[in-house]
């Protein structure tokens, strides 16, 4: 299919934009535009994400203009079946809530299972730091009687494709899972810019906070999208599509190769889990934007990479609202700055050529 490559302006009034399928490009004029285009948790190394949604689009709004906000806010899931190479997938709340224990390969318990998304994920991150491996045991579920595979078929399917079904350790990681952040908006959709709207993932009203309850993603994306819906309706922002094929070859001499775009997209995603992930400290956030601003420069020297480019936008977003957020709150955890602090109890906001403004609203 095609894909979101451009957003056309004309000082802060949308115009229209660029699609491509990687053969050939369109350009698409409309009245507005609502970007309904997923978050940004697929940028890290170990995420729940669909494979084709990391949040390339939220840079592409940014470089049309748009302002990004909290994007130092992502929330990792505790639990995903972790296998080395596979990608993760989530076991519920539910199977802790029935009894499952996390455990360590000696099978001692560290974690009280029940304690909040966040607390719990920086526990198990931090035994892989001191070397140790994680497993969530169901066997106490099975003690008690119950036929896990009739109580969780959903879960038990997943264990069966990555061929755990027989075990009752599963081994498992915590996963980047949903973006609080996102392309600044309110919940009738508006943006910065005029014509251009965000609902659901891609979009931060604030609604989550710094520490979003689980379900209330998909109550945001229901209000939101009817909401917009409306406004853009009533506004009449509705309008004929016009579409103009262009001629541009996107091939060039200068195209990098899939099997080295595949290594920096690994490498991108691997810094952001290393430095910018649960726990962060001035020296990690420093070492990715260096290292960002490296694979950026690398990039510019070719013509096929857009989508890794833009990655890049979004990863150094990331990482300097990580940087300047001198505090812990909700899932952002500097380890260097350990308590919440009222001096940042606003919102984080990114603007032109990566300037960031914290402002209260
Ligand atoms: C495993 C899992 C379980 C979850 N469980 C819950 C739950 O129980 N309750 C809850 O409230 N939330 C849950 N969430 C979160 C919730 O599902 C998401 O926040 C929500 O689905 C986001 O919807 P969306 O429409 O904003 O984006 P998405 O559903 O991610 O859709 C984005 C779409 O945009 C497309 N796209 C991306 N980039 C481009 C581009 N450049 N050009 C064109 N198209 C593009 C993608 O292909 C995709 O189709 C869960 C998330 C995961 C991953």
Redesign the pocket.
């Known amino acids: 299919g ?3 490559e451009e957003i056309l302006t004309d000082g802060n009034t949308y115009v229209g934009i660029l699609l491509s399928d990687g053969k050939e490009q369109k350009v698409v004029r409309s009245k507005s535009l609502v970007l ?4 940004y948790s697929g940028v890290y190394l170990r995420n ?3 494979y ?2 990391a949040g ?2 939220i840079a ?1 709004a940014y470089r049309a203009g748009c302002n990004l906000m909290d994007l130092e806010f992502v929330q990792f899931h505790p639990t995903a079946v972790y296998v080395e190479g596979k990608p993760g997938w ?1 076991i519920s709340e539910a199977v802790r809530g029935e009894g499952a224990m996390l455990v360590d390969e000696n099978g001692e318990r560290f974690i009280d299972e029940l304690k909040p998304r966040d607390e719990v994920a920086r526990a198990i991150l931090k035994k892989y730091q001191e070397g140790h491996k994680v497993f969530l045991d169901i066997k106490p579920i099975i003690d008690k009687g119950i036929d896990f595979k009739e109580r969780f078929p959903n879960v038990y399917n997943i264990l069966k494709e990555f061929g755990l079904e027989n075990t009752t350790k599963i081994p498992v990681s915590p996963s980047a ?2 973006s609080i952040g996102g392309v600044k908006a309110n919940l009738d959709g508006k943006t910065d810019i005029k014509g251009i709207f965000a ?4 979009a931060c009203s604030g609604v989550h906070g710094a520490n979003r309850l ?6 945001e ?1 229901i209000v939101s999208g009817y909401k917009t819906a409306y406004n853009v309706y009533i506004n009449n922002m509705c309008n004929k599509i016009n579409y103009v094929n262009i001629s541009n070859d996107v091939k060039s001499e200068k195209a990098m190769e899939k099997s080295d775009r595949e290594k920096i997209l690994k490498k991108i995603k691997t810094v952001m889990w290393n430095n910018v992930g649960l726990i962060r400290s001035k020296k990690s956030l420093e070492k990715a934007l260096a290292e960002l601003e490296n694979i950026y420069d690398t990039l510019s020297n070719f013509c096929n990479v857009r989508y890794l480019k833009d990655l890049t936008i979004l990863c150094k977003g990331i990482t300097l609202s990580a940087l300047s957020r001198e505090e812990s709150r909700g899932v952002h955890y500097r380890e260097d700055f350990p308590t919440q602090s009222e001096e940042f109890s606003k919102h984080t906001i990114l603007e032109n050529n990566f300037k960031i403004n914290f402002r209260r609203f």
């Not at 689980?214 to 109550?219: E, F, K, V």
């Open positions: 095609y894909y979101l309904a285009t997923g978050g729940t994400s669909a084709n949604v390339d689009s592409v989530l899972h949903y609902v659901g993932e891609t689980a379900s209330n993603s998909l109550l994306c």
